[in-house]
């Protein structure tokens, strides 16, 4: 069962390292997100009943998450009065009211006790589909997902 398992993994990251590959400057993140799902279910070894019920939970989780990060990039975004300068660059802020600098920490602020709030939320939950130990392997396979995907970025904007 374990080398099936193991064989499945194989297979998707070898798909994967294909299916990374940019298209302009876009990247198919419905493909990210299956092998992402792929990945933790094998790291995590979920049983029939523990998939059922986690995956809605961490998938609403992750939605609420991305709108979140976006939101904050957008407030964010309102400082820039130079398109060819990145959005977090000082001078952008240097160009700034403090009433706009004001609004945008609010937003800021807001947004990440939001986040923090949703965390707990979601980390409560978790406790009540998994076991302590296999919420930790969630961490860590995340983390092991992302440094993978970066790599496998990185190596594909090497190419010609």
Not at 11 to 24: D, E, W
Not at 25 to 50: G, M, P, Q
């Amino acid at each position: 069962m374990k080398s099936i398992k193991f064989l499945m993994l194989i297979v998707a990251i070898t798909s994967a390292t294909s299916s990374y590959s940019q298209k302009g400057n876009k990247i198919d993140i419905d493909r990210v997100r299956s092998h992402k799902i792929a990945f933790i279910t094998n790291k995590l070894n979920l049983t029939a009943k523990e998939a059922q019920v986690f995956w809605p939970v961490y998938n609403a989780h992750d939605k609420l998450m991305s709108e979140y990060r976006r939101d904050e990039i957008n407030a964010v975004k309102m400082v820039v009065k130079d398109p060819e300068r990145p959005y977090l660059s000082k001078k952008n802020f240097d160009n700034i009211s403090e009433d706009e600098a004001k609004k945008i920490y609010r937003i800021v602020t807001d947004l990440r006790n939001k986040t923090h709030q949703e965390k707990q939320n979601y980390m409560s939950k978790l406790t009540t589909i998994l076991s302590y130990k296999k919420i930790l392997k969630l961490q860590a396979s995340e983390r092991e997902f992302r440094k993978e995907l970066f790599r496998k970025l990185k190596q594909t904007r090497r190419r010609p």
